[in-house]
Nanobody
Framework: VQLQASGGGSVQAGGSLRLSCAFS????????LGWFRQAPGKKREFVAT????????TYRDSVKGRFTISRDNAKNTVYLQMKSLKPEDTAVYYC?????????????????WGQGTLVTVSS
């Protein structure tokens, strides 16, 4: 399995970005997908996750109402729509996949990881 994240960039506070993560090398619909982020000097933290069919999503509290995770099983792609961005959202964002990672917030539940895409939010 390979994951390729894209869509990062630099925006001002209040702006929006949509991250994409292309999945290949496996049965996409058999994997739960997640987004994590890591700011400089900090531990990697959970952002959002979506179930195999897309019917269940889970978010960290600080992004609820601003971020939306979705997946397109026909395109083997997972997305993270980010709105009302804040400087504290600045981080490298990683997508991850796991067969048993239903509603999982721990990185250890995900077997496969993308390379990360940088999001910078300026005030």
């Amino acid at each position: 399995v390979q994951l390729q994240a894209s869509g990062g960039g630099s925006v001002q506070a209040g702006g929006s970005l949509r991250l994409s993560c292309a999945f290949s090398g496996g049965a996409f619909s058999s994997y739960a997908l997640g987004w994590f982020r890591q700011a400089p000097g900090k531990k990697r933290e959970f952002v959002a996750t979506i179930s195999w069919g897309g019917g269940s999503t889970t978010y960290r509290d600080s992004v609820k109402g601003r971020f939306t995770i979705s997946r397109d099983n026909a395109k083997n792609t997972v997305y993270l729509q980010m709105k009302s961005l804040k400087p504290e959202d600045t981080a490298v964002y990683y997508c991850a996949a796991g067969r048993r990672a239903y509603a999982a917030k721990s990185p250890s539940e995900y077997a496969y990881w993308g390379q990360g895409t940088l999001v910078t939010v300026s005030s």
